[in-house]
């Protein structure tokens, strides 16, 4: 039961252009949303989060934006660059995950390509 | 600033073979944890730790042990390995796994044969 989805494998974007990477989720729990982007043969990197409190998260190029009724969530990344060609990872947390550990279920990725 | 070390890189076990993947991280975070990323597949924890003597499982623990003796280190053991357990294993730190979210080492790329 995959409880957070990237429904899209793959992205390609021209350059300066923006890219919209979606994300939706089931548990109703989740309370806490991030985005991770994942260069190959390393580890991923923290990139934005937003709390369920807010619907809009901006931080310089890359925005998330949370719709909790439809159990959205996407990230908005412009103008989009060569070297944001990575997989972006969406993954939930909620509060009452493991005694506070506050566990992240991690959806299967987007592998995004910005075409020079 | 090393952030979160993961070794080994690589290796490859036989069947039936155990071994230990360490992790050690100098942020002095107290939550730690290890994930599993099969391909195609999002990451699936394993286990997780809230602090020094503290674990417990996440999502897919059979096969598995960890222990965490100290803040700074948390290794994962496999014993009597099986193909299943091909993957690439990442082992994350973080400071409140909110706002921060977490910290993850470079991966282990482990094949069993």
């Known amino acids: 039961d995959q409880q957070v989805k990237q429904n899209s494998p793959s992205l390609s974007v021209q350059e300066g252009r923006i890219s919209i990477l979606n994300c939706d989720y089931t548990n109703s729990m989740f309370d806490y949303f991030l985005w991770y982007k994942k260069y190959p043969a390393e580890g991923p990197t923290f990139l934005i989060s937003?709390?369920?409190?807010?619907d809009k998260n901006e931080d310089g190029r890359f925005t998330v934006f949370l719709n909790k009724s439809a159990k959205h969530l996407s990230l908005h990344i412009v103008p989009s660059q060569p070297g944001d060609s990575a997989v972006y990872f969406c993954?939930?947390?909620?509060?009452?995950?493991?005694?506070?550990?506050?566990?992240?279920?991690f959806g299967k990725g987007t592998k995004l390509s910005v075409i020079p | 600033n090393a952030g979160v070390t993961q070794t080994p890189k690589f290796r490859i076990l036989k069947i039936g073979q155990s071994m230990t993947l360490q992790c050690t991280q100098d942020m002095n975070h107290n939550y730690m944890y290890w994930y599993r990323q099969d391909p195609g597949m999002g990451l699936k924890l394993i286990y997780y730790s809230v602090g020094a003597g503290i674990t417990d499982k996440g999502e897919v623990p059979n096969g598995y042990n960890v222990s965490r003796s100290t803040t700074e280190d948390f290794p994962l053991r496999l014993e009597l390995a099986a193909p299943s357990q091909t993957s690439v294993y990442f082992c994350a730190s973080s400071i409140d796994g909110r706002s921060y979210g977490y910290t993850f080492g470079s991966g282990t790329r482990l094949t069993v044969v």
């Open positions: 993954a939930a947390s909620h509060t009452y995950s493991g005694a506070g550990s506050y566990q992240l279920t």
């Open positions: 937003i709390s369920s409190i807010k």
